[in-house]
T-cell receptor, first 110, second 113 residues
């Protein structure tokens, strides 16, 4: 059974602080995606990482795919209240389904 | 990308009744997915719906409880049958691109009394 462990599951920090969310697995993924979801909406794709060691930046968000393509991290610099939401990682491993992490509920306090 | 709409956005239903959720995509897609999600938690895949064939259900989900239709490449429905309070959840449909990226509808928030 494919598993994708995401941590932390809950994080509440002050505006301006930095944070990192992790997704780890013992399985190799062909790609890994990060989604963000706000209340009342469906998840929205932020980024897809495909190559081992790949780093992608989206404004203050930095995404990294592990060299072995088994893990990934999302780092937010100088978090803002608008970053509040549920962050989900999802791994693709060759069939049509995604393996989902447990999610990280992020609250940024002004 | 794809634009996906769902109806209804929310509903409150009585125990024992059924609700059909509609999912409309603005482009033709091969696979559509139905998920269930408790607020603030991750997604649980209910089934995968391919046009022209029966849906494939995940462990713990059965066709009698969650019948799915997929009459064409832009539309699908999920019915939650004989509902109980345990069915209260958010139901989401999604489509997947060739890059394995998924695009989601806004969800249907179901409350069963």
């Amino acid at each position: 059974t494919q598993l994708l462990e995401q941590s932390p599951q809950f994080l509440s920090i002050q505006e301006g602080e930095n944070l990192t969310v992790y997704c780890n697995s013992s399985s190799v993924f062909s790609s890994l995606q990060w989604y963000r979801q706000e209340p009342g909406e469906g998840p929205v794709l932020l980024v897809t990482v495909v190559t081992g060691g790949e780093v992608k930046k989206l404004k203050r968000l930095t995404f990294q795919f592990g060299d072995a393509r088994k893990d990934s991290s999302l780092h937010i610099t100088a978090a803002q209240p608008g970053d509040t939401g549920l962050y989900l990682c999802a791994g693709a491993w060759g069939n049509y389904q995604l393996i989902w992490g447990a999610g990280t509920k992020l609250i940024i306090k002004p | 990308s794809a634009v996906i709409s769902q109806k209804p956005s929310r509903d409150i239903c009585q125990r024992g009744t059924s609700l059909t959720i509609q999912c409309q995509v603005d482009s033709q897609v091969t696979m559509m997915f139905w998920y269930r999600q408790q607020p603030g938690q991750s997604l649980t895949l209910i089934a995968t719906a391919n046009q022209g064939s029966e849906a494939t259900y995940e462990s713990g989900f059965v066709i009698d409880k969650f019948p799915i239709s997929r009459p064409n490449l832009t539309f699908s429905t999920l019915t939650v049958s004989n509902m109980s309070p345990e069915d209260s959840s958010i139901y989401l449909c999604s489509v997947q691109t060739s890059r394995d990226e998924q695009f989601f509808g806004p969800g249907t928030r179901l409350t069963v009394l």
